[in-house]
């Protein structure tokens, strides 16, 4: 396996909080070098998100993200030394396509045939550069519905997505229509890149409740979910599939604590009261406000007393080792936690390991924890490496 570099271009504000950080982490989790940057910011700045979901209303709702924080220069960026382009939607693409840098930037990619991976809004960006090249002239493209009478005119051959999950692959070029198809969009980028993905079936149940952390639960969700070898459930007690658990946003902002926000309405696939255990390879606990719940509900916790004692893989992060010291699995391992959840991991029997930095984790035989969602990479390769999942290169 190999490092690839790839460019991922990124705007100041409202870019869709999903469809920058899914991509994002699930890149770097399968071991590929990812930069992520901005016109006119710097490494260590950081983008204001947005959540965008559908609503009652004739459009789609926006409230405030994440702040999604920048690991390279625009200014100072190669394009020459990445190996593709993915462009994020929400709302940062309109004025991003009135950007010479940027339309620069894609036309190189373009020019190079490199693979470059657009979705939701996103491919507004690609419509202002047909004016510099023919990356997507006469092109298959998908985008989030509204966009569509902007590709036409750019000569795009539009194709109307059938639902939110839609993803069209026309050479070097994909598109998608939205956070919703990220498995599809991930899958068809890291192939174009020359990626194998090695291993055997796999199936994975995660634990959900309401206010579990948005990023904590979609993240590993869907960058599991896009490797051809795994099958994903999320389940809810009380709550069956079609069901929705609302989340919250955790994040640092320079106060004593997290600050929250309200996240999106994350989609269950599964019903918790048919869920049958041991047809599942691995469990996964997303962090959030629900632990501290969900550690208290009696059926919650023989399933996870089911995966630990078969030694099947359990990853758990943030305030989800709540859970795992209620259920009384920690004693005699090691493990991490959220720093404020140390006196339950403590108390649980286990031997307390500092998360220092915060996005550090770590195996102790069948069991990956992590401190908080900054880890997800190292959290999701670690479960990886424990499902004999590999994605290479």
Not at 72 to 87: C, S
Not at 173 to 182: D, K, N, Q, R
Not at 189 to 194: D, S, V, W, Y
Not at 341 to 348: D, P, Q, T
């Amino acid at each position: 396996m190999f490092d690839v570099e790839f460019n991922f271009a990124i705007e100041s504000s409202t870019c869709n909080v999903w469809c920058a950080m899914v991509p994002f982490q699930a890149l770097q989790a399968y071991g590929l070098s990812v930069d992520a940057v901005c016109p006119g910011k710097k490494s260590g700045d950081i983008c204001r998100t947005a959540i965008h979901q559908s609503s009652p209303h004739q459009t789609y709702s926006e409230s405030r993200g994440h702040n999604f924080t920048l690991n390279a220069t625009f200014d100072e960026i190669d394009a020459n030394t990445y190996d593709g382009l993915v462009l994020p939607g929400g709302r940062a693409p309109e004025y991003l396509a009135m950007n010479e840098s940027v339309l620069n930037l894609v036309t190189h990619f373009a020019k190079s045939g490199k693979p470059i991976a657009s979705i939701c809004h996103g491919q507004l960006i690609l419509a202002a550069a047909a004016a510099k090249s023919d990356v997507i002239k006469g092109r298959k493209v998908t985008a989030y519905a509204t966009v569509g009478p902007v590709l036409a005119a750019a000569g795009a051959h539009w194709v109307q997505p059938e639902t939110l999950a839609s993803c069209t692959v026309d050479g070097n070029l994909i598109t998608a229509a939205s956070y919703v198809g990220h498995p599809e969009f991930i899958r068809h980028f890291i192939k174009a890149l020359g990626a194998t993905v090695v291993g055997s079936n796999k199936r994975i149940l995660f634990l959900c409740g309401d206010y579990m952390e948005d990023y904590e639960v979609m993240v590993p969700f869907q960058s599991l979910e896009a490797l051809e070898c795994c099958y994903v459930d999320a389940v809810c007690p009380e709550k069956k599939a079609g069901d929705t658990c609302p989340t919250a946003v955790h994040d640092f902002e320079g106060d004593q604590t997290y600050s929250e926000k309200t996240g999106h309405d994350f989609t269950l696939t599964a019903s918790f009261d048919d869920v049958d255990a041991s047809t599942y390879d691995a469990l996964v606990i997303p962090g959030g406000r629900a632990p501290e719940y969900l550690a208290l509900d009696p059926a919650v916790i023989k399933l996870v007393k089911h995966f630990m004692d078969s030694g099947k893989p359990v990853a758990s992060i943030c305030h989800g080792q709540q859970i795992l010291s209620a259920a009384g699995v920690l004693k005699g391992k090691k493990c991490t936690a959220y720093p404020a959840v140390k006196l339950n991991v403590e108390l649980g029997g286990a031997t307390w390991l500092e998360p220092d930095p915060i996005d550090r984790c770590f195996t102790d035989g069948n069991l990956v924890t992590g401190a908080a969602w900054p880890g997800h990479p190292q959290f999701i390769a670690q479960l990886m490496s424990l499902l004999g999942v590999k994605v290479c290169f």
